[in-house]
């Protein structure tokens, strides 16, 4: 009897420690969510997408960050006439 009610505790321990870390983990996401954005300018609670806005905006900061130290080869300025891009 003794050894089934320590199994149930510990069976009881490992089920709530299942419902509550992926709910942690839920909060810490927004919260690195909310920090992202506020260092991007974005404020979290207008954005329609999140996610997609943020990415986004981090593309646009990695390619402007890839221009500047690095030669690139990118589609980006293709649309213009060739004596711009002298």
Known sequence: ?????????????L????????FCLLLQLEDFREVVSQMLGLD???LALPDYEIITRLEGLIHLHQHHCFPCVCLKGAARAPEEHL
């Open 15 to 22: 089920v709530f420690s299942l419902l509550v870390i992926p």
């Open 1 to 13: 009897m003794h050894r089934c009610l320590c199994f149930c505790r510990h069976l009881l321990c």
């Open 44 to 46: 979290i609670a207008s």
